[in-house]
Each structure stands twice: as C-alpha cells, then as structure tokens.
C-alpha cells in the first residue's frame, strides 16, 4: 500500500509537471530518444518542398516560357561575345593556305590583335545577330525541350512515377536532342549570318544582317543560307542531348543530397560542367560546320568540294587531328560561363515568371 501510494503521488506530479511545463518533457524526451528520426523526417520534409518548389516553377505559361529561354541565350551570348568570336576566329584560321604558320595559336596575341587593328569593340562584331538568332534559338530550345520531355514521359509511363535514373536519362538525352536540331533548324541562317559578320577582320564584305541576306541570295542563292545544315544537325543534336542530360543529372543528384542550397548557384555550377562536357564532344562538328558556312564567303574560292565527310578528310590531311580541335581553349573559357549563365538565368526568370498570369 506504501508503495502503490507513493507511486501514485509520483505519477500525479510527473502529470501535473508535464500539465504545468507543456509538453516540454515529451519534447525533450523525444529529442532525446528519436533524433535520428527527426533528422530523417525533416530530411525528406526538405527534399519534398525542393521538388514542389520545381514543379511550381515549371508549371509556368508558354510565353513565359519563351521569354525565360530568350532572354537567358541573349544575355548569355552578350557576356561571352569576345570568347565567342574568338573561337570563330581561330576556327577558320585553317582555310588559309599557309598552315604551318598557324601550328601554335595564341589567344593573347590574337585578342591584342583585334584591339590594336578593330578596336575593343570589335569583340562584340556580329553580337546584334548573334542576340537576333539566340532569343529565337533559345526560346525554341527549351520550349521545345520541356514539351519532348512531357511527351517522352508520357510514352515511357513515367508523368506519375519517379522511374529509374536510366529512363530518366534516356528522357533528358532524347528531349534535348529534338529540342536542339528543332531549334537550329528553326533557326539557321540567322546563324550562318552571325558568322559571316563575326569573321570578318579589316576587309568588310557584309554590312549588317539585311545586307548579309541578300548579298548570300544573290550570290549563292537561296540554299546558300543552309550551307552547313548537315553538320549543325549532326552536331546540335548531341550537343543539347549531352547538355541537358549532364545538367538535369548533375541538379537532381546535388538537390538529393543538398536540398537547401540556393537554386541559382546549383544551376551555374551544373550548367557549366555541362558544357563543358557537351563542347568536348562535339566539337570538332561545330569547327567543320563552321567552315563549311564560310563556303563562297566574300567572293572567295570555294575550299572543301566533297560535303561533310570529306571536309573532315580534308582537315586530318592538311592540319592532323589537332584541327579539329583548334580553337577549343577559347572554346572552354567560353562555355563554362556561357552555359552557366544560360541556365542560371532561365531558372531564375522561370521563378520571377512563374506568378504571372499564365497562357498556353
């Protein structure tokens, strides 16, 4: 009875300390007993609102959409136009006649160049163009790559299921690859003109984008504008597969296993270590596609007559293997920023546009 007693008396004020305090004693008993568990939940509470948070932001309007993608390429293109041009540059330095002159680029040089002869404004030659081609060809591609993205899921059976890291791939890979070759195909003689203008040193053939149209109609004819066409396709496809994919792999495994970073640096760093591993692989394409452009450029004599393939003969024969990597430095300090940008930008622009009215 003494003991039933004063177990009473104990249990009556353990109840009355737990009334008084709260519930602070069951607080700190659990903190004590189940941190693990917290942590677990309060994990999975973070990851799931970063993935609702995404789709939030991905279920904007199509001319949001559009102008997210092109403003993002525009802006992007603007801040790495000297790198671009560049690149350019050193691209077609090969289609001259004396090529062991050319066996070591430097890009100091050639920047000390243009400055000393064009002026420093001349890094931005041909960036109107390129700015007219990248808000339409951006636009396009992203737009276009979350339409193939949806299809590709709905196909496969993954809209409503998480689905495997393979499938997802394969979904990213795919979609970008039909988003890039819709886009360049979309948009392709603004890009053969951007070039055209971009390559130009002292002597100035082309006068601006209306001239370089009809100066290329005259001359070469209409299909003049598509020189080139066969090696963008070949080259864009896997360019924006490997883009995309990297980059999507790349977010979804950095959000996994740090869901509270900031959207924006995740998307720069993963932008950027998607171009770089899309550039490597594609190109020696982009050089080829590149010179096969400047075909007929200014009046000059044709250089490559036997189409792709054998333009790439060409190039191994007279520059080696080297060739079809010259210019690709430029290439790097380019893409690494250019692409990060990209797509810093377009989320971003997805975010501050995903509370505006919507239309699809």
Request: proline residues 3%; glycine residues 10%; aromatic residues 8%.
């Amino acid at each position: 009875m003494n003991m039933e007693a004063r177990v009473g008396v104990v249990v009556e004020g353990g109840q009355r300390a737990l009334n008084t305090a709260h519930g602070s004693v069951v607080e700190t008993g659990a903190r004590k007993f189940l941190p693990q568990q917290q942590q677990q939940q309060q994990q999975h509470q973070s990851i799931n609102a970063a993935k609702r948070s995404l789709n939030q932001q991905s279920q904007i309007g199509t001319v949001q959409q559009l102008l997210a993608g092109g403003i993002a390429g525009a802006f992007s293109k603007t801040c790495t136009a000297p790198l671009a041009r560049l690149t350019i540059l050193f691209q077609v330095q090969g289609m001259q006649s004396d090529v062991a002159a050319l066996s070591k680029p430097s890009i100091m040089r050639e920047a000390s160049r243009i400055v000393n002869e064009e002026g420093f404004r001349a890094f931005w030659k041909g960036n109107l163009v390129t700015i007219a081609h990248r808000l339409p060809y951006s636009s396009v591609s992203f737009y276009a790559y979350e339409r193939y993205k949806t299809l590709l899921q709905s196909v496969l059976g993954l809209e409503n299921c998480k689905g495997s890291a393979s499938a997802d791939l394969c979904v990213h890979f795919v979609g970008g690859g039909l988003a890039g070759i819709t886009a360049a195909s979309a948009t392709y003689p603004l890009d053969l003109v951007r070039t055209r203008l971009a390559a130009q040193r002292q002597a100035i053939y082309y006068r601006g984008i209306s001239h370089s149209f009809n100066t290329i109609c005259k001359e070469e004819g209409f299909l003049g504008l598509y020189k080139g066409l066969g090696a963008t396709l070949l080259g864009v496809g896997p360019s924006i597969a490997i883009s995309f994919s990297v980059y999507e792999s790349l977010r979804s495994f950095w959000q996994s296993r740090r869901p509270d970073d900031s959207t924006v640096m995740v998307s720069l760093a993963c932008g950027s270590l998607s171009g770089i591993a899309s550039s490597t692989a594609t190109f020696p394409l982009d050089l080829v596609r590149r010179r096969m452009q400047l075909e007929g450029a200014g009046g000059r004599a044709r250089v490559y007559n036997t189409g792709l393939f054998g333009t790439f003969g060409h190039i191994i024969k007279s520059e080696g293997l080297r060739g079809l990597y010259r210019g690709i430095l430029p290439e790097y300090y380019k893409v690494v920023p250019s692409v990060g940008i990209v797509f810093m930008t377009y989320e971003t622009l997805k975010m501050l546009l995903s509370g505006l009215p919507t239309s699809s």
